[in-house]
């Protein structure tokens, strides 16, 4: 008995110093500066980084950093990655989190492809199942991996004003998926309540598919009205990209973003 529970003790222990040690890692390359030659890549492929408030330019760098010791970026179909696509990527995943202490913590591997790319997709009516090819620019699994068309990363990246952008799609459902579950609730942020986000991201979600299946425009894109989970990616989109724009049409969604991810960029100049 006194065996069994020395060798608990141990095993308690080393589980303890094993979390330390990560966070002790975690926190010295959340420390860590971009090169000079570094941010030159992320401000070329990446504008919208230039906009920055000064003091969200060190957790920026920390979480780029984080993200490059953390990720596998595999490149596929003869695609080599590139600083400029490593980078390209790091920079818009650790923009979505830069005001929060939220972190990827389940994912291990990026794929990255050419262009876009086919998938699997399964669905099922009663006892029919059916699978088919679709073609994907970007594809993200609970717990990882994350799958993404470099053509449509950096054309994302680059035009900074469409509200399109799909690595920020993408990382929203990783995002998303923190909570346990993918559908369009992540977790909340200190003091956030979750009945209000609820509440207000239904509602909009409801005018949105109203609005889509009548064929009225809409500044959200007719693809958020497939279900919770895509709405939310999509408004992510927006409110980085078009913050004004989702503003004007959704304000409680703006400001349910800005509290969840802690960032304002209709205020970024």
Sequence with gaps: MILFLGLLTLIGG????????????QQEVL?????????RIIRAQVPLIRKLPPMLKEPFEGKVALFLNQVDLVGCDGLEVTDDIALSIAGQAALLVVGTDAWYKNLTTVLIYPGAFKSKQTTQDGYIVTEEEVVRLGESWSRGPVVLSWRDVQQGGLNDNDGLNVVLHEFAHQLDDLSGQTDGAPPMAEGQSFARWAQVIVEAYDRHVA??????????????ATSHEEFFAVVVELFFERPHALMAAEPEVYEQLSKL?????ANWT
């Design 261 to 265: 991810l802690n960032v304002d960029p």
């Design 31 to 39: 420390a860590s500066r971009l090169t000079d030659a570094e941010w």
């Design 14 to 25: 080393l589980l303890v110093w094993r979390a330390w040690s990560k966070r002790q890692w």
């Design 211 to 224: 609005n889509t299946q009548a064929g009225r425009p809409t500044v959200i894109d007719t693809y958020g």
